[in-house]
């Protein structure tokens, strides 16, 4: 491991890039940690628009330099390749400009890891930390692309930056898993995302729990981006079946995106009972719709290759067990700790709805769970832990 702590007396720089602001939180327990306790100047840069909203960022945050890039509406479409494409140019030029002894970069876009891959092959003593918070191309929704050009392309830029990784983070083990042919014996470590609570949060969450009361009928709850890689068939399926049962079954939503629509539309041409409401930022509301649900909604597509979702933490963190189709980590954490049900996709059977139906898991236990698994502070214990490991050897 390369030794930048005692080459030489001037000041360390560490820069942190990520297109999107959304993931700061995950990554600023290092920056505070390298600042705070190594003495690093840090730079962190992100793009100027908002991945989820499709809008410019108006609520930046301080500490953080943001780079302009063009708007895109489709998540697949050619004018979100060029806002990524811009970026990693840009980049790269505040990347020559600083000249960080530590890169964090956070992938996708699969073409930033080319970009610091660049800068630190003509500069070998930069510790070089990576990233992968999603599979890419891997979980593109869409079967038969991975002989295309452009497929086996995105792969490359991935790759050649994982083998030139000094450690490799990942959001989940199905995705060391993933990998493990490219990262071989490379020192990697999986961070599971955290959710942090505000003390008016969590007495909001107390306060509904305790006042909930299984009723005959379910109420199942959606939080999140409404996409492409949801998977609206099971989520009608699960309800239409339900209601065979002679159960009475509800779904209230939380969220926005490009499949807003066709869900809704198909919930209501199945005769599903739904209330939409929106995007909902102020957590004590979200707080309030979900805490007197049943089961939060964890279902998508088959190609999606993900271990753990943010929404799934969401769910935990106001007690609710969840409804999941997701391979790898969440589906072992579901099977071992009692907090959901798992059911495989397009084969939702007789005896899972029999298990939902039978509300036999207990909030309490979710919320335990959520503590030991999801917490701030062990997030902040686990980085700690991380740079010591890469800094100190």
Not at 73 to 86: D, E, F, P, Q
Not at 223 to 247: A, R, Y
Not at 362 to 383: A, C, H, N, P, T
Request: aromatic content about 10%.
């Amino acid at each position: 491991m390369k030794d930048i702590l005692n080459n030489s007396n001037k000041r360390k720089k560490a820069l942190f890039v990520s297109y999107s602001h959304g993931w700061n939180k995950r990554y600023q327990p290092f920056i505070n940690a390298l600042k705070d306790n190594y003495g690093f100047k840090t730079l962190n840069i992100v793009s100027d628009f908002n991945h989820a909203t499709k809008k410019r960022v108006k609520n930046r945050l301080p500490g953080i330099s943001y780079i302009h890039v063009p708007k895109y509406k489709k998540n697949l479409s050619i004018m979100r390749i060029m806002s990524l494409i811009i970026f990693a140019i840009k980049s790269m030029t505040v990347i020559k400009h600083f000249r960080p002894d530590l890169i964090y970069v956070v992938l996708p876009p699969n073409i930033l890891g080319r970009v610091c891959t660049k800068y630190i092959r003509k500069h070998s003593n930069t510790i070089f930390i990576v990233d992968i918070i999603d599979l890419w191309p891997e979980s593109l929704p869409i079967k038969g692309y991975d002989n295309f050009f452009a497929y086996k392309l995105w792969k490359k830029m991935r790759d050649d930056c994982l083998k030139n990784a000094d450690y490799v983070l990942t959001e989940c083990n199905l995705y060391i898993k993933t990998l493990n042919h490219i990262l071989g014996r490379k020192k990697t470590d999986t961070l599971y995302l955290y959710k942090k609570q505000a003390e008016s949060e969590k007495t909001v969450i107390r306060e509904s729990s305790i006042s909930y009361k299984c009723s005959p009928s379910i109420r199942l709850a959606y939080l999140g981006s409404i996409n492409h890689i949801i998977s609206i068939n099971d989520i009608v399926s699960i309800m239409q079946k339900i209601k065979k049962m002679n159960i009475d079954v509800s779904i209230d939503i939380i969220g926005d995106g490009e499949k807003r629509d066709e869900f809704l539309n198909r919930l209501k041409k199945a005769g599903c009972k739904y209330t939409y409401h929106g995007i909902v930022y102020e957590q004590n509301k979200i707080a309030k719709i979900l805490c007197v649900c049943d089961y939060g909604i964890n279902l998508m597509t088959e190609q999606v290759v993900v271990g753990l979702t943010m929404k799934s933490i969401d769910y935990f963190s106001f007690g609710l067990p969840i409804i999941n189709n997701i391979k790898g980590d969440t589906w072992e954490l579901v099977q071992k700790n009692d907090i959901g049900f798992n059911v495989t996709s397009g084969r939702i059977s007789q005896q899972d709805i029999e298990h939902i139906c039978s509300r036999t898991l207990k909030k309490s236990s979710v919320f335990d769970f959520f503590d030991l698994m999801f917490s701030e502070k062990g997030y902040y214990q686990k980085v700690n832990s991380i740079l010591i490991s890469i800094l100190r050897t």
